[in-house]
C-alpha cells in the first residue's frame, strides 16, 4: 500500500538576479516524500541546500515550479496563510538555534502553540512533555545563555515540534556543534523517527547524517540525483 506523499517539489527553479548576472541556483528539481521517510540532501557549502530548504519550508518563493504539502500547493495561499502553514504543518530546526534569549527553554518551546491559538497552560505541559522526550527534564527554567551548545539544539528541536507538524526540516541541523553533541543530536532524531514517525527532510554536508536518513540525495550544479548503494 502506498504510503501518504507529505511534501512534494515539481520542478523548482530558483534564480538570482545582480544587475546584469543571473546566476541559477536551482534547476528543475524534483523531490517527494512520503509519512515517515527520512531524507537527506547533501552537497557543499553554496550549493544551494539552503535555498531549496527555505523553498520546501515555503520560507521564500521558487523562479519557478511549485511546492505541496498533502497534496497543496503553497502556489493557492496568501502570505497569511503561508505564515499558519509554517507554524502549524512545518517544524524547521537550523544551524542555529534562534531561542529567545530572555525566554527560559520551557518557554521558547511553548511559544509557537501559543502563537498559534493554544492555551498557555496547554501549551506549556506539552512543551515540558516535549523536553522530557529530548532529555532536558531537569532544565526546564534555564534561559539560552545558562544551557550548552547541544542542549540549546534540543530546546530547538523540542520547539519544532510542539505544534505536531507534517514533516521536520532540518538546515545543517549539527553545523554549530562538537563531535559529540552532533553525535547525540543524530540519535535524538533517529529515536523520533523510530518512535514517533516524524518525517523528516536534512540539509547538511555531514555524511554522517547517512546514518540516519533512508533516503539520500546530492545537490549539485543546480540540479538533485539520488544517491544509490548507500543503503541495503
Known amino acids: 500500500m ?30 517527494m516524500i512520503e509519512k515517515g521517510e527520512t531524507v537527506g540532501i547533501f552537497g557543499p557549502s553554496g550549493s544551494g541546500k539552503s535555498t531549496l530548504l527555505h523553498i520546501l519550508g515555503s520560507l521564500e518563493p521558487p523562479t519557478g515550479g511549485e511546492v505541496l504539502l498533502k497534496g497543496k ?5 496568501d502570505d497569511v496563510a503561508l505564515s499558519e502553514l509554517r507554524n502549524s504543518a512545518i517544524g524547521f530546526v537550523f544551524q542555529f538555534h534562534h531561542l529567545l534569549p530572555e525566554f527560559t527553554a520551557l518557554e521558547n518551546v511553548a511559544l509557537p502553540a501559543i502563537i498559534g491559538g493554544k492555551a498557555r497552560k496547554e501549551a506549556m505541559e506539552k512543551a515540558e512533555e516535549l523536553l522530557t522526550l529530548v532529555g532536558l527534564q531537569e532544565r526546564l527554567k534555564h534561559r539560552p545563555d545558562e544551557l550548552s551548545g547541544g542542549e540549546r539544539q534540543r530546546v530547538a528541536v523540542a520547539r519544532a515540534l510542539i505544534n505536531g507538524p507534517e514533516i521536520l526540516l532540518a538546515d545543517e541541523p549539527t553545523g554549530n556543534l562538537d563531535s ?10 533517529r529515536d523520533l523517527n523510530e518512535n514517533l514517525g516524524t518525517t523528516m527532510l536534512i540539509v547538511t554536508h555531514n555524511e554522517k547524517i547517512k546514518e540516519l536518513t533512508a533516503r539520500n540525495y546530492r545537490l549539485e550544479d543546480g540540479r538533485l540525483f539520488e544517491i544509490t548503494g548507500q543503503k541495503s
Do not use: C, W
Open 73 to 77: 500547493s503553497y502556489l493557492s495561499m
Open 180 to 189: 559529540k553533541n552532533a553525535l547525540s543530536l543524530l540519535e535524538l532524531f
Open 2 to 31: 502506498n504510503k501518504e506523499v507529505i511534501l512534494e517539489a515539481r520542478h523548482i527553479r530558483k534564480v538570482f538576479r545582480t544587475g546584469p548576472q543571473v546566476l541559477e541556483v536551482l534547476k528543475d528539481v524534483n523531490l
